[in-house]
């Protein structure tokens, strides 16, 4: 079985958002590795608005429990170091796009992905309710850097592509 490297599991996630954003009938456009904390740069036709979109992407990030008919996703987990909490703690015109791949390294996708557009005042909140309190607020501090956060939270953002058409307008 050949392995896929991290990298190449981040581009997956950020072509698979750009081709969704150009399918919608916006512009996309992948920044280039030097733009700090913004993958991609989404836009309208004529240029009048335009936002600046974050890419993380796991190849599992639901985590299940229960069996059979009763096992359900209860949280998400995606790798989120110090550069992405600076990022959402102080942009206020910043996306984050989490897509969840599921799929095993080295796998071929058995569906489309899932992916999460999440607001930068969602990851804020989050970072003061759940991240200052567990970690005296420095993500330097962790030894895994990886957001955990609840199904039940996390859903309402689940292939809601309507949050970046509102932050377009």
Same mark, same amino acid.
């Given at each position: 079985?050949? %392995? +896929?490297?991290?990298a190449?599991?981040?581009?997956?996630?950020? $072509?698979?958002?750009?081709?969704?954003? !150009? &399918?919608?009938?916006?512009?996309?456009a992948?920044?280039?590795?030097?733009?700090?904390?913004?993958?991609?740069?989404?836009?309208?036709?004529?240029?009048?608005?335009?936002?600046?979109?974050?890419?993380?992407?796991?190849?599992q990030?639901?985590? %299940? +429990?229960?069996?059979?008919?009763?096992r359900?996703?209860?949280? $998400?987990?995606?790798?989120l170091?110090? !550069? &992405?909490?600076?990022s959402?703690?102080?942009?206020?015109?910043?996306?984050?796009?989490?897509?969840?791949?599921?799929?095993?390294?080295?796998k071929?996708?058995?569906?489309?992905?899932?992916?999460?557009?999440?607001?930068?005042?969602?990851?804020? %909140?989050?970072?003061?309710?759940?991240?200052?309190?567990?970690?005296?607020?420095?993500?330097?501090?962790?030894?895994?850097?990886?957001?955990?956060?609840?199904?039940?939270?996390?859903?309402?953002?689940?292939?809601?592509?309507?949050?970046?058409k509102?932050?377009?307008?």
């Amino acid at each position: 079985m050949v %392995k +896929r490297s991290d990298a190449l599991t981040g581009s997956a996630g950020v $072509y698979f958002v750009a081709a969704q954003i !150009n &399918a919608m009938g916006y512009h996309a456009a992948l920044t280039i590795r030097s733009v700090p904390n913004v993958d991609l740069l989404a836009g309208t036709l004529d240029g009048s608005h335009s936002i600046g979109i974050q890419v993380k992407t796991s190849t599992q990030a639901s985590r %299940k +429990r229960g069996k059979g008919k009763e096992r359900v996703t209860f949280q $998400y987990q995606w790798g989120l170091g110090e !550069n &992405a909490w600076e990022s959402a703690l102080k942009s206020k015109n910043l996306l984050f796009a989490f897509v969840d791949l599921d799929c095993d390294h080295g796998k071929e996708l058995n569906r489309l992905p899932d992916v999460f557009i999440v607001p930068t005042s969602f990851l804020r %909140k989050y970072y003061r309710d759940t991240v200052k309190n567990s970690f005296d607020g420095d993500p330097s501090k962790w030894k895994w850097k990886r957001m955990h956060v609840d199904a039940s939270e996390f859903d309402q953002f689940k292939n809601n592509w309507a949050i970046l058409k509102t932050s377009l307008r």
